[in-house]
């Protein structure tokens, strides 16, 4: 399995900043780039896309990993950037956070970054605990209880 090094996720940063470029954002005018590092070492980005009924806009963290996907990368999403020009980092919204735990699982890397100082570097277990994904269902696809 490809193991990221220091100058890897710095790319994805990187990545997730020029991502926020590419943004459809003439409501909000809120940039949010965002970018997904695979277990084979492939990069995917994505930006937030607008809509005039704002329940369709899509954030850009989905973006990226619906890209990825599209993109034919069969690989599992390791990590996820998220930049926002901003003077504090922002995390996933719940919806983001729901498919990165259904693409990459409690173990990917999330990290937001900004135009300020701060930034946001954890685990998807710490902002969606307890999370509902694809071991939470049976053969027949009905829930299993979780035990907490």
């Not at 900043?17 to 970018?35: E, I, K, N, T």
């Not at 607008?50 to 329940?55: I, M, Q, T």
């Not at 806009?57 to 990825?68: K, L, N, Q």
């Not at 999403?77 to 980092?89: D, E």
Request: glycine share 8%; net charge negative; proline share 8%.
């Amino acid at each position: 399995m490809f193991k990221p090094t220091d100058a890897a996720w710095e790319r994805l940063t990187d990545s997730a900043r020029l991502a926020a470029d590419r943004a459809y954002c003439p409501y909000s005018g809120f940039r949010v780039g965002a970018a997904v590092l695979m277990t084979d070492g492939h990069y995917a980005i994505g930006a937030n896309i607008e809509n005039a009924s704002y329940g369709l806009t899509i954030c850009a963290e989905r973006v990226a990993v619906f890209m990825a996907r599209m993109l034919g990368i069969d690989a599992k999403p390791l990590g996820v950037a998220i930049y926002t020009p901003t003077q504090a980092p922002t995390a996933p919204c719940g919806a983001c956070r729901q498919v990165l735990y259904e693409f990459g699982g409690p173990e990917l890397r999330v990290i937001a970054v900004c135009d300020g100082p701060k930034r946001i570097d954890c685990l998807l277990c710490q902002l969606l605990p307890a999370a509902f994904g694809p071991s939470d269902l049976d053969a027949e696809g009905d829930p299993v209880p979780a035990a907490l």
